[in-house]
């Protein structure tokens, strides 16, 4: 705690972090100190200038998660709760105020009139560009979150300032010869990001979808937007090249934190995920890397539905050797203990097999030519790597079957698409039973293909049709054991398939 408030130790950031850490998985052994904590940050209250102690952020967080978790010991005094709201409207960086909010809005006796004051503080006379305007949206994206429902009377104001006077706004075009990633946001970016949390926080400020589905269609209609046109907003094409990377990413990262919700989940269309799904193969490794690792943290945190996993094996193709490396090693331990747990034992990563040759079945870079099938053969192999065992490699193959079975329910004019990917699985499937020397087992019991993706076909005579029909190219077929070896030995895939 000493350390922490000391500037001019080498070690008040370990400190700082070992406090944050306290806070967030021992909050009871933090309890102790937290009320000298929040007197320290009495005395720290920023100035007019929105300076504060650089570890003040680190501070308020630990704080702020504390007081999620015991918000009857948070002080009530007018003292302190005055400290929290300047905090709020005038902290620096921005997020200071996100957790100064938390802090005073966990006080439930007084929640609805300080959430009130507090926003009408910060909506009042708000423009781009005046003082403490970007701490002023991050502490509106948090109240939002945590009382969207109280302040539905203020939902038009909050939603002028997010959209048509930040989102909606390109104050500088953009250039000729733009790098696509900054590691430095300008203000302008950083407020659209802001503005963006906003928008969704007040979604995620509802539990129920019944009273939020109106709400939630023009946010999702704008985060899908982002997403599908790489971080465009503007009709004309002017927004500049790094705040489209940012943009792109900072929606999918909301969608992703929306569909934590089980009830917003059903929000992402099929066509939707396809379009999120793709931001893990953005060109920049940033956006990329940064995405992956929020799917990667909720999916281990159980909080996104299992069909997200199917974003995680886009990553066979990742030019960073680390990242996919990362990745694999990731999977294998995701799928060994869930394999370990009785509940999800052959409920969560064997009956994604349909999502994903759905996925690459939609997928750009998909082909019918023996070069890019061979490419979407090394998709099934990084899937089945983490996830086949001779257990289950029999229920993999008779899913991998039963694709033939239907059509697209996405894209009817596609099904076509999934009669390759089909037999595609089914022959990269045998070719790594021999491979591994096992004997495919017989499958268990009825497994259902999602009713989202697959419907029945019509007639029997075009089922037979495309059962009897082989689409795989004799070129392919040809190669394809050897592609299957060379990929699971480590080696290099060096093929006639590939062009020079």
């Not at 957790?99 to 423009?127: N, P």
């Not at 390109?170 to 946001?185: F, Q, S, V």
């Not at 996830?387 to 009817?412: C, F, I, M, S, W």
């Not at 017989?442 to 989202?452: F, I, T």
């Amino acid at each position: 705690m000493e350390l922490s408030q000391r500037e001019d130790s080498p070690l008040v950031h370990a400190a700082q972090e070992v406090l944050k850490e306290i806070s967030a998985r021992r909050p009871e052994v933090f309890k102790a100190h937290a009320q000298e904590l929040y007197r320290v940050l009495e005395t720290q209250v920023p100035s007019e200038d929105g300076n504060a102690f650089t570890g003040t952020i680190d501070a308020l967080k630990a704080c702020a998660t504390f007081a999620k978790k015991f918000p009857d010991d948070i002080p009530h005094d007018r003292k302190f709760l005055q400290a929290m709201k300047h905090y709020a409207l005038r902290g620096s960086p921005p997020a200071t105020a996100k957790y100064a909010v938390s802090i005073l809005l966990s006080v439930k006796e007084k929640k609805e009139l300080y959430a009130k004051d507090l926003l009408q503080e910060c909506i009042k006379g708000f423009s781009y560009g005046s003082r403490h305007f970007l701490t002023r949206l991050a502490a509106i994206s948090q109240i939002m979150l945590l009382a969207a429902r109280e302040l539905e009377d203020e939902a038009d104001a909050v939603a002028d300032i997010a959209i048509n006077k930040i989102i909606l706004k390109i104050r500088r075009p953009a250039e000729g010869d733009e790098r696509e990633w900054l590691d430095e946001l300008d203000e302008e970016c950083e407020a659209k990001l802001w503005a963006l949390k906003i928008l969704a926080n007040r979604v995620r400020g509802f539990s129920d979808l019944q009273s939020v589905e109106e709400l939630a269609k023009p946010v999702y209609q704008l985060l899908n937007k982002l997403v599908d046109n790489h971080g465009e907003i503007s009709k004309i094409q002017s927004t500049p090249a790094p705040h489209k990377s940012r943009l792109r990413l900072q929606a999918a990262i909301l969608l992703l934190k929306l569909s934590t919700k089980k009830t917003f989940d059903s929000l992402i269309t099929p066509v939707a995920f396809d379009s999120l799904a793709l931001v893990a193969q953005a060109p920049h490794f940033s956006v990329r890397s940064k995405f992956a690792t929020k799917v990667k943290k909720y999916l281990g945190q159980e909080r996104l539905p299992s069909r997200f996993y199917t974003i995680v094996f886009l990553l066979a193709f990742d030019p960073s050797k680390r990242l996919k490396e990362d990745t694999a090693t990731w999977l294998r331990a995701r799928a060994a203990l869930l394999a370990r747990n009785e509940k999800t034992k052959h409920q969560i990563l064997e009956p994604i097999l349909p999502r994903f040759l759905s996925l690459l079945a939609h997928h750009p870079d998909f082909g019918t030519s023996a070069e890019e099938l061979a490419d979407m053969a090394q998709y099934i192999i990084f899937y089945l790597k983490a996830v086949a065992t001779e257990e289950n490699l029999g229920d993999l193959y008779h899913l991998a079957q039963r694709v033939k079975n239907y059509r697209d329910a996405v894209h009817p004019e596609m099904s076509e698409n999934l009669y390759y990917m089909s037999d595609l699985a089914q022959a990269v499937i045998r070719h790594f039973e021999d491979v591994h020397n096992w004997a495919m087992q017989a499958h268990a019991g009825k497994l259902r293909l999602p009713q989202s993706l697959y419907e029945s076909l019509r007639d029997r005579e075009t089922a037979l049709e495309i059962a009897a029909k082989e689409y795989l190219p004799l070129e392919l077929i040809e190669e394809l054991g050897t592609l299957v070896k060379q990929s699971i030995r480590g080696k290099k895939v060096c093929t006639p398939l590939r062009k020079a």
